[in-house]
């Protein structure tokens, strides 16, 4: 089954949280990875951003032209909450 070329915000998540402070091509790296395939800069930022707004990941300037994000405690507590759910279903 191939995977879908939309990285879906929970993913950006376990990448994030995997990361210490990770730049968003970094990100976008990670993902291309995953997805076998490239992301999309218009595709990955939005997204990005939606996170941030929900204050699941923080973002910071590392300099003029670089952002960082870093997961918030509601953005790990998303993840918990996500692996006991597939925890109920999958072994």
Known sequence: MARQDIPRQHDILYVIASQSDPYGLAIKGELEKYYENEINHGRLYPNLD????????EKGQLDRRTN?????D???QIIED???LESQYID
Not at 50 to 57: I, R, T
């Open 50 to 57: 939606e996170v941030v707004d929900k204050g699941l990941v």
């Open 68 to 72: 960082y994000y870093a997961i918030t």
């Open 74 to 76: 509601e953005g790990e």
């Open 82 to 84: 996500r692996r006991e």
